[in-house]
């Protein structure tokens, strides 16, 4: 069992930064890949970001790509989502996640969920 608990979040103008963290209870170690989510109002909740525990390579959604970059501290068992020259329409609640393989192999990675979520952490940007 992992548990997930994200900080970090806040409201920040157009351009500015933000990093968020995501303490997990567990060894990350034990989990296949870890993500970021996000889902805003109205919308449906979208991955934005995957790092693969063992070779940390990385995927991102195009919408974030270049701005956004994912990480981790494996000793830690923490996970990271640097955010920078953030945008209204970043404006969401940001969960992070811990997968086994079956979740972190498919195209995109995560797309059918993840084991275990955090609470979430509002992240607001205005323009």
């Known amino acids: 069992q992992v548990q997930l608990v994200e900080s970090g979040g806040g409201s920040v103008q157009a351009g500015g930064s933000l990093r968020l963290s995501c303490a997990a209870s567990?060894?990350?170690?034990?989990?296949?890949?870890m993500g970021w989510f996000r889902q805003a109002p109205g919308k449906e909740r979208e991955v934005v970001a995957v790092?693969?525990?063992?070779?940390?390579?990385?995927w991102y959604a195009e919408s974030v790509k270049g701005r956004f970059t994912v990480s981790q501290d494996n000793a830690k068992n923490t996970l990271y989502l640097q955010m920078n020259g953030l945008k209204p329409e970043d404006t969401a609640i940001y969960y992070c996640?811990?997968?086994?393989?079956?979740?972190?192999?498919?195209?995109?990675?995560?797309?059918?969920?993840?084991?275990?979520w955090g609470q979430g952490t509002q992240v607001t940007v205005s323009s």
């Open positions: 996640a811990a997968a086994s393989a079956s979740y972190c192999y498919t195209t995109p990675p995560l797309k059918n969920g993840a084991n275990y």
């Open positions: 567990g060894s990350i170690a034990s989990s296949y890949c």
């Open positions: 790092i693969y525990t063992y070779g940390a390579s990385t």
